[in-house]
Structures are given as structure tokens and as C-alpha cells.
Nanobody
Framework: QVQLVESGGELTQAGGSLRLSCAASGRNLGTMGWFRQAPAREREFVAT????????EYADSVKGRFTISRDNAKNTVYLQMNSLRSEDTAVYYCAVSQRRTFLTRIQSDYDYWGQGTQVTVSS
């Protein structure tokens, strides 16, 4: 059973930066991703990264501003968020897929989810 714990969510101002971390308890975690959910909105894809960390994809809304990375020695995935906007306000979740995927934006492809960390961007 994989346990995921997110951290790093805070209140910040528009234009600022935050780095989210997600620590996982397992090994050979495969593809990992970040998703977010704003109040009264459905959960949406943010970023995904391959097992090796060599490939990544992003939602159009965050391209050029967010960077996903991972440190497999620490079983940790990160989301560096720059140039934050008020519309980035959401609970951010990390997830892991063990279904032999490479990169995936599909929520149902992910097998384990963290409890989320709140990011609030004031304007």
C-alpha cells in the first residue's frame, strides 16, 4: 500500500512562488502526477512525470510557470510553481500510477492519492 503526503501549500500573493512536495512510502512508483481542485470545480490535471523523471507534460493553464520533478532516492515528487495567479487557488493532490503508463493526464489511471495541500493566491 502506497501512502502519499503533500506539503508546502500556503497563502501567497499573485506573482509569487511556492514549491509543493509529495513524499511516498513505496518504491518503483512509476508515473506520478499533480492534480488540483478549486471550490465548486471538478478536479483537474496539472502535471505528470515519467518514472525516470526524464519526461513531463503540463496542462495548458500552467505551461511555462510550473515545473514537475522527482527525486527517486527520496521517493518524492515536487511541483515548483512560479508566477502564481488567483486562479491557481485550489487544493493540490499528488498521485501515483502503477499501471505501466508513461505519461498520463487521466485521473482513473492513478492508483493512489494523497490528502492534498491548500494553495491560496491572493490578488
Amino acid at each position: 500500500q502506497v501512502q502519499l503526503v503533500e506539503s508546502g501549500g500556503e497563502l501567497t500573493q499573485a506573482g509569487g512562488s511556492l514549491r509543493l512536495s509529495c513524499a511516498a512510502s513505496g518504491r518503483n512508483l512509476g508515473t506520478m502526477g499533480w492534480f488540483r481542485q478549486a471550490p465548486a470545480r471538478e478536479r483537474e490535471f496539472v502535471a505528470t512525470i515519467s518514472r525516470s523523471g526524464g519526461h513531463a507534460e503540463y496542462a495548458d493553464s500552467v505551461k511555462g510557470r510550473f515545473t514537475i520533478s522527482r527525486d527517486n532516492a527520496k521517493n518524492t515528487v515536487y511541483l515548483q510553481m512560479n508566477s502564481l495567479r488567483s486562479e491557481d487557488t485550489a487544493v493540490y493532490y499528488c498521485a501515483v500510477s502503477q499501471r505501466r503508463t508513461f505519461l498520463t493526464r487521466i485521473q482513473s489511471d492513478y492508483d493512489y492519492w494523497g490528502q492534498g495541500t491548500q494553495v491560496t493566491v491572493s490578488s
